[in-house]
């Protein structure tokens, strides 16, 4: 009984300090030390924490590995991995402990693993003791506690105590395993957490440090060999490049460059976003099968170089480290992969990657993934402050220079290609940014091609621009079943900023801009309708983060700006044009009108002086008294015609008194108003009045009325018969008649003179106001250019029309004036 | 004074009849062209121009309305219809010929080398005016 009670004593002892160790330590080295404290308590000269990872091993049967142990006087374990077909892979399967001696260089029982190993440490005898280390554990048993004893066996007191001591096990093991994530992952909190943001020129390696800081933590915690983080920086990387932001080699250095960052097996984690472990590198081929099946879609052998590593295995130097395992855990951000978190064990500490390492580098990975969200957005923030500071200061310039010089020629043009270079500077991942603005005939053309990238990248691509293409023709587009240019129809359509990282993925077509990869395109919508698009290029499948989006929409706004400043400037200065025009024009006329006016004020003057002279009745009294009236009426038409002009003008419209004439009393006005002018002025043309009765060509009698102003007629009549007298071939006839159109609904009064000749082409623009033909300048260089314009007008306000028809074959042009006729 | 022979160049009939009549009544030859290419004519056709003094209108019609009629030079459509009676003046000037410009344009518009080139006489006064301006340069041609 006292044997007993000091057995059950030494095993309540046992548990105390085995409590007082645990609650004391917050390392994972302390697993070692409760195994030390295992090792002493019973005597033995080791112990070792073994761990079962099915299907791995020969036959899928499992192997298990080594995750802690204690030798005393000895670093490195003599061994780190056993079958299952050992003592302790028996005793996990069967959950029953074992118990084995040496007696006479003889094992009590066959040892079918490591017997040279066990020869060589000396050891006589060990116990494995079945523990269910992990709580999910669907076995009874997944793990042992094995202690070996050198001189000498274990007793079956002992071995009993052992079974007791060993079930203190799991909650101890897990309860330092807690405690230490906690810890590990509190000071990692606290390195992120005193390591944000902070805006100054070595931000990256301020954030690279504080990566260094983690991964510092983390290697000591595991004891790793090798830890590296691997993040993608939105601002900085190509969609899918991850750089390397720290590494740590607590141990050893990376003399040998067997991994390449972002290959094989991290290559797969960023590329799936799936952790990865690797139990045992040694032991790959052994466990080829395994790896193949679990991690289908990897190529294994070759992606992670395993036949090197395993060379080297046999052949490292004195005091180098073989990693044995390796983890890899994706940096996950909302399902998006913003890097992985990779390491390699080796030492002490945990041997091989168990589902705690794991979990424990995924909790250490969602902190950094929340960190580096945090900080790439502070950080794409503060690029997004600083480029619109920098686009605003641009466009400033921009604006200034746009203003003093919206008056030149060709003003837009050099607008935009002053706008395309503040586009360049503002986004500097594109060789080339390009203006494509609409056509009215459903076109879009390119405006204008950038100047030569000057802007430097540390892997600067070469400028591309392919000027063969600028104009893309989209009036097929409806009715070819694929787009020519849907990008930049999409773009236009959702007014917003479309992102091709690789456009060759895309659907969406893009314009053929030679060796460019990647496109951003900003629709450009202006009010004035001059729609098109800002596109970037770059000839890298560049990203296209957040900035350039917000600064090609930007760039993009302010270019609409400018081309409706410059539609509205044009309108503008086209109406400012034409008021010029209209001022001069009406400068330049008054002018003429005060000469045409001057002439026959002149020559009555001088006729009237003359008059005195002569004796009345006599040949020279009636020249000179001819001559006075000519004038005066000359004068009288020239002085209407201005009153005219100078309303028209004005804007004024022409007031008509209109009312019902009867052809013949418009006619015989017209006849006595010339007759004197011009058949008794000397001008050698003959005026043939013709009055019909009945319309000639329509058989209509009587000849329907018309409807006019006496006044007005009067006034386009003498236009015309002056143009009729000026133009005509000397001793030529002018012919006035008139006649019906349209069943009696027109009339028409028609001058007819054989003189200049008048082309099909010209006729139109007789009418238009300023226009003189050639022939006409060289015949009566006093023309004002506007008598048949006001004609024009004067017939518009009695609703009626002038028409003017080209010399037919007999020499004849034709003047025509059509009033409303009465027959309506 | 019947020797004395001067030109008009003028291309409104009626006024060149007036001008005519108040110059022939004051015994002087008169011969009237009405156009810019008559009067290139003239020049081209005569070696020595009998003319003492030559009237001149500032803006002359090129030619008359014809069926075929000649237009004029290049640089003579360049420059224009409203110089035609300078560009006479000045060739009459090569040929010895002197002459005034009678004008109803204002006399600050017309394009003189200098004020002195040539004299100008406004149409408004009249052909009374005319002749009292041409008196100096007649006693100078009686000698």
Known sequence: MAELATASERGRSFAVVLNQLSSRTDKLEGIRDVLSLYVRHFNAFGAALWEVAEDVGPERKGRLFLQAQYFENRDEPPFYHLPTSSVSGRCIRLNEPARRSRKNDSWDNEIETYPHVLDELEIDSFVSIPIQLSPDSPSPADATITVYKKMGEFSEEQFDSLKDAALLFPAVYRSIQARASLILLKRVQTVLRTASYIETPQALDKAKEAMAGVLEIISAHFQFVESTIYLHNPLTDPPNVYGRIAERWPWSKPSRDSYVPGDGGTGWVLKNGKPLRFFDMARFADDRDYYREKYSDMEWPDRVGIREEVERYFKLPPGDIFPLSYACVPILQNRTVKGALRCRISRNGPYHVDEDIMSALASAAEMIADWWDHWTREQQQHHDQIAATSIMTSLSLANRSVIQNWHLTGAIARIIASFLEICRRSVPQADVVEVWLHEPRARIVRKADQPERTASLADAPRPVSDPSRSVIDTSQAEQSPIRPNNAFQYALSTSSVLHLAEAGKSPFFVPSIANAVSFTVAPVIARTGSNGVLVFASSAPVPWPATISNAASFLAEQLALYLAAHQQILAFNHAQSRLQNSVQEQADLLLDFQHQLRTPINIARNSAEQLRKYAPGGQEWAAAFDALTSSTLRAGTVANNLQFFVSLAQGKPVAADNRWLTVDEVLRGIERASEFLYNRGAFGRQLNFVFPTASPSMSITPMPRLHGDPNLIALAADNLMDNAVKYSFENTSIEIRADAGNYGREVYLSFRNQGLRITPEEAPDLKKRKHRGKLAEVTSPEGTGIGLWMVSELMRSMDGRLEIHPTDAKGWNDFRLYFRGSAQ | ?143
């Open chain 2, 1 to 143: 004074m019947s020797n004395i022979m001067v030109l008009i160049i003028e291309d409104d009939k009626i006024q060149a009849n007036e001008l005519r009549k108040s110059l022939e009544s004051s015994g002087m030859q008169v011969r009237h062209i009405s156009t810019e290419l008559q009067f290139q004519q003239l020049i081209r056709e005569s070696g020595t121009l009998p003319f003492a003094l030559a009237i001149v209108d500032m803006m002359l019609r090129w030619t008359d309305p014809s069926p075929q009629m000649e237009m004029p030079p290049p640089e003579i459509l360049a420059e224009g219809f409203y110089v035609a009676g300078l560009r006479c003046c000045r060739a009459l000037r090569t040929r010895g010929v002197k002459s005034i410009i009678f004008t109803a344009l204002d006399p600050a518009k017309i394009p003189l080398l200098t004020p002195e080139e040539f004299k100008i006489v406004n149409k408004s006064r009249g052909y009374e005016g005319l002749l009292k301006e041409i008196q100096p340069e007649l006693k100078q041609l009686r000698g």
